[in-house]
């Protein structure tokens, strides 16, 4: 065993899953824009108070995952957990309130969290997320969840379903949480011990738990959608209808409530096609359209989503998706004379330069294990350079498919393998 390894809950992206990752990210960065959205990075740790505000207790995030440590100058800091306060931070703080609304803005970016680590879900992880921040209109809720939508569609992802549900505002939540209290008032005792805490800080949670003791009781729990004021009926009417419009087909579920705190109104999830466990969800998110307000702004509406990269993964390979193939190995410059190592370093540089791919090969080895290493690379073309190519200032092209040669000038060289 190594003397060291990855902290538990992290991992390595090795060479060969580098291309799905190149993948994702060039997708998602192209979808995006395609919607007019542009890139924001936000930094990898913020202050505390971003995150941990009040109101957001009774949340996993802030009671049982946030990394949080004092740096040596005595500023409370986490590393970030997830990117749409961060977001809404930056927000504020560069005056984007005064551009054009809604600012539309993604990002694909790192997080952390202390969970307990399974497949597709980690400590570190990535997500490809969007937030739509300055209007409240229902169209902006179905422009978002297209975009989602799209993303996966480029991938060439199939049969994933489209879960919906709001769950109200500050107008209406409150006599829905005294009714949701109500009801679980006498089975507390019966409730996981999250549960029970959640009871009293966080009672919309009560919904959201996977634990068993909890299962039997939400079925007969009171609706949201049966308890929404006239005005989130009509947001969320308006919503269905646009998404219908679009052909967006969807899920009505009344449970779905979304695991932050600064969510109101729209709230949705993309499953999978097959049944990945309870943490098989592809993205999702939800409007926050008092998360402004809480960090220190005027009261503005947002609404945005998250999709996790290593999660997408795990779906692309249980469908056999896969990215583009990349192109092989163009050149291999093989050197037959220790004398041609500069002579070879300076091929290299040209063919770089004309946009070839090349590996160059050690002088210190012999020829044909040379040769060699460049089938195992999986190399187009071999280049020899030994005494007679340096004194005639030439290149020996080989063609290690039809085994074909000709000596040539660098330059025809390089005319030849980049074209």
């Known amino acids: 065993m190594p003397q060291f390894q990855a902290p538990r809950g992290v991992s390595d992206i090795l060479p060969s899953d580098q291309p799905y990752w190149r993948w994702l990210r060039d997708t998602a960065a192209r979808v995006a824009a395609n919607f007019g959205y542009a890139e924001i990075q936000t930094p990898v740790f913020e202050h505390a108070g971003v995150f941990i505000r009040p109101g957001a207790e009774g949340t996993d995030l802030v009671d049982k995952e946030v990394y949080r440590f004092e740096d040596r100058g005595g500023d409370d800091l986490v590393l970030r957990p997830e990117g749409t306060a961060a977001v809404c931070r930056a927000y504020l703080e560069h005056g984007m309130q005064n551009l054009p609304q809604p600012v539309r803005l993604f990002y694909i970016s790192s997080f952390f969290r202390y969970d307990r680590p399974q497949a597709g879900r980690y400590r570190m992880f990535y997500q490809f997320g969007a937030e739509a921040i300055g209007d409240g209109e229902p169209a902006v809720d179905a422009e978002v969840i ?85 005005a989130c009926a009509e947001h969320f009417a308006t919503v269905k209808s646009l998404l219908e419009g679009l052909g967006i087909e969807y899920t009505i579920v009344p449970t779905l409530v979304r695991g932050l705190d600064y969510y109101t109104r729209t709230a949705f999830e993309f499953e999978p096609a097959a049944d990945g466990g309870q943490q098989s969800a592809l993205g999702g998110g939800g409007r926050y359209d008092g998360l402004i307000e809480q960090l220190g702004g005027k009261p503005t509406p947002g609404i945005g989503f998250g999709a996790g990269i290593e999660r997408l993964i795990l779906n692309l ?103």
């Open 146 to 230: 297209d975009l989602l939508r799209s993303f996966f569609d480029a991938l060439g992802l199939t049969g994933y379903r489209l879960l919906l549900n709001s769950i109200g505002d500050q107008n209406c939540r409150p006599a829905y949480i005294e009714k949701l209290r109500a009801y679980y008032a006498d089975k507390l005792d019966r409730l996981c011990a999250d549960c029970r805490a959640r009871y009293v800080t966080n009672p919309l949670r009560l919904l959201d738990c996977k634990n068993e003791p909890c299962q039997p009781f939400k079925a007969d729990a009171p609706k949201i959608a049966d308890n929404l004021c006239d």
């Open 317 to 419: 390979k249980r469908q056999e998706l896969g990215p583009p193939e990349l192109p092989r190995l163009n050149a291999y410059i093989a050197i037959a004379d220790p004398a041609a190592q500069v002579r070879a370093v300076q091929v290299a540089d040209a063919l770089r330069r004309a946009n070839v791919s090349v590996v160059a090969g050690a002088a210190s080895r012999s020829l044909r294990a040379q040769l060699r290493h460049a089938n195992q690379l999986n190399a187009r073309h071999a280049l020899v350079i030994g005494s007679e190519e340096l004194a005639s200032g030439t290149v020996n092209l080989r063609d290690l498919e039809t085994s074909e040669q000709e000596s040539l000038p660098l330059e025809a060289v390089v005319l030849r393998l980049s074209h």
